[in-house]
Nanobody, 125 residues
Framework: VQLAESGGGLVQPGDSLRLSCKGS??????????LGWFRQAPGKEREFVAFIGWNGRNTDYAGAVKGRFTVSRDNRRNSMFLQMNNLKPEDTAVYYCAAHIGGGTLYDSKRYAYWGQGTQVTVSS
């Protein structure tokens, strides 16, 4: 499984961005896997942002983004999305998508086996 994020950029506070995560590769696909978004700001540990179950029905968000971010997926396109509204400077980070394998908590990055390369989101006036 290979994952690739896109859609990051430099925006002003209050703006919106939509991140995409595309799965590819031979063999296993991401369509039956729970996918997650994580982010890492400079000097900080990687933190959970959101996850979405394989069929899109089960989602959850970190408290800091709840009500502003929406995660979705389109299994026909092996893709996941993160709609980010009302962005704040504290949302500035590299955003990663990841695929969860096996059991265990969905909030811990260590439980995710496949990762994209990340996309930079910078929120600044």
């Amino acid at each position: 499984v290979q994952l690739a994020e896109s859609g990051g950029g430099l925006v002003q506070p209050g703006d919106s961005l939509r991140l995409s995560c595309k799965g590819s590769g031979t063999g296993r696909t991401v369509t039956d896997l729970t996918l997650g978004w994580f982010r890492q700001a400079p000097g900080k540990e990687r933190e959970f942002v959101a996850f979405i179950g394989w069929n899109g029905r089960n989602t959850d968000y970190a408290g800091a983004v709840k009500g502003r971010f929406t995660v979705s997926r389109d299994n026909r396109r092996n893709s996941m999305f993160l709609q980010m509204n009302n962005l704040k400077p504290e949302d500035t980070a590299v955003y990663y998508c990841a695929a969860h394998i096996g059991g265990g908590t969905l909030y811990d990055s260590k439980r995710y086996a496949y990762w994209g390369q990340g996309t930079q989101v910078t929120v600044s006036s």
